[in-house]
Nanobody, 121 residues
Framework: QVQLVESGGGLVQAGGSLRLSCSASGIIFSINLMGWYRQAPGKQRELVAVITNGGTTNYADSVKGRFTVSRENAENTVYLQMNSLKLEDTAVYYC???????????????WGQGTQVTVSS
């Protein structure tokens, strides 16, 4: 059983900052990719930022230069530092991990429960 637990969401004014954290626990052999997705009301879930176990990152164009994804491999934890927040960043943010629970099994995707980020004017 694998669990992803997120923290750090909340209400912030436009231009402000928030930091999200997500820790993976359970039977984990290795984690390839960790990152963040978001879903705003009435919209599809979209990629925000991901990071490989080697530190290579990928960002949505809408957050480049404002958000930074980082990872602590030893702790199976991923972070999302969000600066210069805009109204359109309001969404539920979901942590994602692509991992193996055994060297004999293929990778699977796991999701956190989501954390609400609300940006106000």
């Amino acid at each position: 059983q694998v669990q992803l637990v997120e923290s750090g969401g909340g209400l912030v004014q436009a231009g402000g900052s928030l930091r999200l954290s997500c820790s993976a626990s359970g039977i984990i052999f290795s984690i390839n990719l960790m990152g963040w997705y978001r879903q705003a009301p009435g919209k599809q879930r979209e990629l925000v930022a991901v990071i490989t176990n080697g530190g290579t990152t990928n960002y949505a164009d809408s957050v480049k230069g404002r958000f930074t994804v980082s990872r602590e491999n030893a702790e199976n934890t991923v972070y999302l530092q969000m600066n210069s927040l805009k109204l359109e960043d309001t969404a539920v943010y979901y942590c994602n991990a692509n991992l193996r629970t055994s060297p004999f099994k293929s990778t699977n995707n796991y999701w956190g429960q989501g954390t609400q980020v609300t940006v106000s004017s």
